[in-house]
Every structure is written in structure tokens, then in C-alpha cells.
């Protein structure tokens, strides 16, 4: 990976930032994974790094170096499509890379004040310079107004590119689903006293970015991930995203009701939000028989053309995609199901079922096929024909999988023990919550989760060992 | 299939409209959804609090009455109930300075990063216990253990002096750490955790400090 821009066999420029970003996000992936794992050794050991790099910092950094290592693997992505997809050069990729290299510097400051500074008195100062203290969206007021900066650059390049060169179906998705998923990030930049205000907007960037218009991202990304590594026909494949996209924003947009029983806001959000919720799931098996079906299919049409060879020309990208398949559904369309129903909620709602669920779904339907696009980027740009999995490709899916699988049926046990006893038995208290936190059963369930961190840690670590090395060694077997 | 629809269901242009009218309808339903929302959850006036005039999200003023969460029989859970007054910090508080202190407060709630260990409105980190109803805990009444700790006269004082001194005060292996809160933020907090106790959260958490006696669960 560190050498794939100087390979050079990559056909355009935008390709090379896509590239650009693709580092950094992996090197954050790292991040978020050694936060993730000192949260879950503080929950079986308080004493660890306690008043130095408490919990509440190790989570801020866990989650926000999620968010940030996805939306750069996803502006990478989006420029590794442009020029196939408009067969046109993307018209200002110099300002492209200006925007990248502000962007990087921007989070490189925000992570050290996290780290360093952590909290600030209750000023508005603050906010702007240090953290704003909600959930996934922190960054203080100064990197937003940056984020937004880049964020107008990235989407002029992708804007301007679309109108100049030929409008696919899929590309046509992406320019009006990233206006929306840039557009939204606006609803979380402001401050309010009244928290049942505060959290119905945050609400707005967190559930319209990560049951809406991430999702039909992904889609566009599937679509033309299955174009390029199985030979899938575009007619079909832009079919199916349209269909992906009526059913996703026709069920995910009104689904955000389900985050809306709690927080101070009317009754009648119970029924909107059960109904629309419930249908999320819906859209997720349609992607992944999709998916399966695409590849079938295509592996068919060549069978019958008398040919042997599998269709698929890139192993690692295609083993991410199909996991991504599966474990969208599973994260986000199962997980999520298990306490979208308000009667259910009540009960749930703020518990370890909500860490399972965030720890399946993002995994499964994020990063996975982001990472798959990263494979597929290391193809072209070391101008490989046929990538083939490696023993380190395999491992690292096969452990980070695992990992995440394992961390999220521990969580879902924590869980289940911690709704049972703190909210049905004791009522919710500050003692009924220690109460829960203490049974032998949820700590083993903690326990098992830290282990399962320290193999989807291992996994990692193979993954970018990988990406590090396959280009050059597919080249090589090539040659 | 290009040249020769067979068929509406594999026509794309069917599909591509479909999903436009399916998702403006979808997105115009939010908004007007959103704009009754906000109407219902912006914060109430000092006058609706002395007229009895009840709102999702009361004024700050809140601070200055009794604060409690009972059964409703008509809804079928449990909503705030805004009672009596009584002294906040000794003192009843005007408009303004309430407004004050629960700006204070909410903005301390942000930059000391409360909800990346507890909840809010259910919403946050799971270390730490949800703080929506903290203000009527059990833990922090007349009988409970945590005034005799702190060995505070009011309940507000007694939270206002945890907050500042959490880990001299554990109660658990799992502590809160030093935030470096001011004497005058904890009071924020303070005023902010009362506020929030008596937003209308339709019945979250449910049977909130009815427990009696305890679980034999652990």
C-alpha cells in the first residue's frame, strides 16, 4: 500500500487520492481498535489508566476515530470511482489533495487535544477548541467549520466531474446521496440548553447518516464493486440500486421514529418509528441476495461458455463484499430488530443491546466493503490482473470477523443480563446499575468481550500486513 | 432489456422514478413530522410553570419546585409530576438566573464529556448509570447513602459536592474521576440533572426507583 502511488499504474489522479486516503484510514481502523480494546479493560479493571486516560476519553477517541477512518474510506472510495464511472479526469484534483492534506492536519490536532487536553470548563470556549461532548460527532466547532470546507471541495471535484463526464445510474445516486450526507452533517453543528432539542437534531446527522445515507452509499458501492470484480452487468446492477434506494430511504427515513420514544419528544413517534424501523431489515436481505445472486449468475453465464476460471478477478475485495453482504444484514437489519419495537425499547434502550448492535453493524455493514474497496484499489493500482487471497488476507478477514461475531454475542449477553436485572427487576437506578454491572454472569460476558477485541486486534494486524504487501507480491506472481 | 421492456418490473426508469417519489414523500413526511416535534419539545415559560400549564420540556424555573415521577392511569406509564416549591440551594430562582445556571450547566454537561461514560435521555456510553431521572434517585433522598457520604444537608448540595470531589467519594470499584468541576458548575450540573428529571420522557425508564428490597440475582 505504501508504495501504490509510485507504482503508478493507476490510470488517473483521482485514483492516487483515493489512495491517499485509504492510509489514513486504516491507520485510524489501528486507533479505533487499541481504543476500543482499553475501554473494555477498563470495564473488568476501573483502576486501569484511571484519572490519566479515563474511560470517557478512550471512547470519545474509539468512536470518532470510527467515524472519521469510515468517512475517509468512503471520500477514498468516491474518488476511485469518479473517472470510471464519467470516464471523465476529475476536474480539480490538485484541490483534492489541498483538501486532504488540511483535513489530515485537522484531525491530527483534534486527536492530540482529545488526548491531551480531554475536558474544559463549561465554556463556549470549549466547544469551539476542545470538544463538543456529543456522542460520535465531538469535533470541536473549529475542525466542523473545516470538515465543511473540505467536505464543499471534495464534493465540487465530484459535482463538477458528474456534470462534465456521463451520467450513470450509479453515479447519479452518489451526487445526490453525498449532497444529502454532507448537507445533514449541518443539523449536529449548533448548541443548545434544551437536550431533548439537542438530541433530535443529533439525531438527524447520526440516524439519516447510518441508516440512510450511508447505506445507499454502500449500495453505490456494491453496484460498482460487482461491475468491476465479477463482470456484473450494469444494467442490472443499477437496477437493483434503485430498488436498494426506494426501499432503504422508504424505510430508514421515517425509521428514525425508533430514536425518538425517549427523549421528551410526542407518543405518536412510537408508531412511526416501530412501523419504518421494522422495514429497515427489508432492503438488507434484497442486497445480499443481490449480491449472491450477481455472482451466481455471472459464474453461471461463464460455466456455460465452456469457461473454468472463476469470474472473480479480485479474491480479498470479493471475500469483503460478500461479508459485507451478510454482515449488513445480520449487524444492522437483525441486531437492529431485536429492540426497534418501543415495548421492547423501553427496556433496552441505553444498555449493552445498543453496543452489540453499534459493534455488529458498523463492522458489517461499513467497514467491510470499505476495506473491500481498498483491496480493490491495491489491484489497480499495481496493475494486477487477477488478485488472488493470500494466507494474510484470509486471516485477517477470517479474525477480524470472528472478533467483532464474538465481541458482539458477548455484548448481546451483557446485555441481556443487564436489561433483566437492572431495568425489569430494580428499576433503573444508580444501584440497580452496579447491582447488574457486578453479576458474575454480565462481568464473564465482559470478559469474553476483551478477548474478542484482542482477536479482532490480530485480525487487524494481518489485514494491514496485507495491504501492505499484496500488491507488490500479486505483481510479482504475475510477471 | 434496454431495447425491449418486457416488463414494468424490469423497466429502470420505473424504478428510478419509484424510488424519487418514495423517498420525497418519505423525507416531506420528516419535516412536517419534525416541525409539530418542535412545536411539542421547545422549553416552557416561567408563566406555564405558575399556571399549571404542563410541557414536555418545562422552563428552567423547573429548579425551583418539587420534582417527582408517578403512574399515569390515562397515558399507562409514568410521567414527571411538577409539585410544590422548594428552596434550590436555599434560594428561589428567577427566570434569568435559572436560565443561567441551566446554560452553565448544560454547556459543563458537554465539555466535561459526561456522555462518554453515562446516558442521557438513554443516549451515550453504558459505564456509567443513565443520568434522565438522577435527580429523583433513590440513592440521593433523605434515607439514601450517598447524603450521609458526602454529609450534606440537601440533596443538591450533596450531588453538587460529589461532582466535585467524585473519587473521594466511591461507592463502587468503578469510579467517577476528577473533572476539575467548579463549585459553581456543579451547581450547573445540578440545575441541569433537575431539568432533565422533569422533561416528559413517555415512561423511560420504566418503574424508576420502585424497586423494593432487592434482586437475589447476584
Redesign the interface.
Known sequence: MLTSIKENHLTNKGQELGMMYFRVAIILFGAQLVMGLI?AI??LA??FL??LF????A??VHINALVVWMLYAMIGATYMMLTDETGHEGVAIGLGKLGFWLLTAAVTVVVLVYIIV???????A??WL??????YI?APRWADIGIVVVVLIFYFNVFATYMKGEKT?IMTVMVANLLALAGLYMAGMF??????????W?WWVIHLWVEATWEVFVGTLAAYALIKIIGAKR?IV??WL??E??ML??SG??G?GHH???????????E?GALFSALEPVPLIAMFVHVLYDWGKEQGIAEGRGETASVITNGPAMAWIVTNAFGNFLGAGIWGFFHTLPQVN??T????F??AHGHLSFFGAYATILIGMMYYGLQRAYGVQRMKLTFKSKMGIFLTTFGVMGMTIALTIAGYEQV??E?G???????????A???PWYVQAQMWRAIMGVVTLLGFIYLAWDLLTIGKVSKEAEA | ??NKNLSVW?S?PF??R??AW??GF??I??IW?TF???G????GTDDDLKNGVTK??PA?TVINYKIGYEMSTK?GHEVPTIGEKEPFFGKEWSADDA?DL????????????????H????????????L???WI???WSKTGPMMAMTGKSTKEEAIAEFLQHP?TYP?????M????I?AD?AK?LVA?LK??SS?????????????EG??N??
Not at chain 2, 106 to 116: I, R
Not at chain 2, 199 to 211: L, Y
Open positions: 475501554a477498563q470495564f476501573p483502576g484511571f484519572e479515563d474511560f470517557s476519553v471512547r470519545m480531554q475536558v474544559g470548563p463549561g465554556t463556549e470549549s466547544l476542545i470538544h463538543e461532548g456529543r456522542e465531538e445510474g448548541y443548545t440548553d434544551n437536550i431533548s432539542m439537542d438530541q433530535f443529533w444494467e443499477e437496477m434503485w430498488i434506494v426506494l430511504f422508504g427515513i421515517l428514525m425518538y420514544f425517549w427523549i421528551g419528544t410526542p407518543e405518536y413517534w412510537w412511526i423501553i427496556y434502550h441505553g444498555t449493552q445498543t453496543a433483566i436485572v431495568r427487576e430494580m428499576g433503573a437506578t444508580w444501584n440497580a446499575f452496579f447491582v454491572q457486578n453479576l | 432489456m434496454a424490469t429502470i424504478w428510478r419509484s424510488a418514495v423517498t418519505a423525507s413526511l420528516l413530522l409539530d416535534t418542535l411539542q419539545i421547545t422549553m414536555r420540556v428552567a397515558r436560565a441551566l446554560h452553565l450547566g448544560k454547556l459543563t454537561s458537554q465539555t466535561k464529556n459526561c456522555m462518554n461514560c446516558t442521557l435521555l438513554g443516549n451515550g456510553a453504558y459505564y456509567a448509570p443513565d434522565t431521572k438522577a434517585d433513590p440513592a473519587s461507592t463502587h470499584a468503578r469510579m474521576p476528577e473533572l476539575g467548579t458548575e450547573g441541569f431539568h432533565m422533561i416528559d420522557t413517555n415512561g423511560f425508564p420504566r418503574n424508576f426507583g420502585k424497586e432487592s434482586t440475582a447476584h
